[in-house]
Every structure is written in C-alpha cells, then in structure tokens.
C-alpha cells in the first residue's frame, strides 16, 4: 500500500514540476487549463502535490 502511495505521489510531484517549468518557460498552465473550470479540483490538486512533496522530502531525509 505504501509502495503505491510513494508512486502515485512521485506522479502527481512530477506532474506538477513539469507544469510549473512550462509556467515559467511559456506561460503554459496545463493543469490550470484542464482543471481550472472546477477551482475546487485545481486545490485538491494542489493541496495533494503539497502533501505528496513534504512526504518525499520527509522520507529521504529519513535515508
């Protein structure tokens, strides 16, 4: 269950760097395009690329 967890974190973490280097690169927002018509979904989002971030970071400074 945690092995699953790790991966889907890596997923969403890695989703969300690449968005914010189009953001900044191009002015590119992909995920606020695609979830920005429902706010709701777009700070669900966030809020679970924040947790998913803390706990990479939480576990590799356990390492």
């Known amino acids: 269950m945690l092995d699953v967890f790790k ?8 989703i969300a760097t690449i968005n ?3 953001v900044g690169l191009l ?3 992909i995920v606020g395009k695609i979830l920005g018509s429902v ?7 966030n809020v679970i690329v ?4 803390i706990m990479m970071l939480v ?3 356990k390492k």
Do not use: A, R, Y
């Open 59 to 61: 576990t590799h400074l």
């Open 7 to 14: 991966t889907v974190s890596l997923l969403f973490v890695m």
């Open 39 to 45: 706010p709701i979904l777009l700070k669900i989002f």
């Open 20 to 22: 914010l280097g189009l």
């Open 27 to 29: 002015d590119l927002d």
């Open 50 to 53: 924040g947790i998913s971030g």
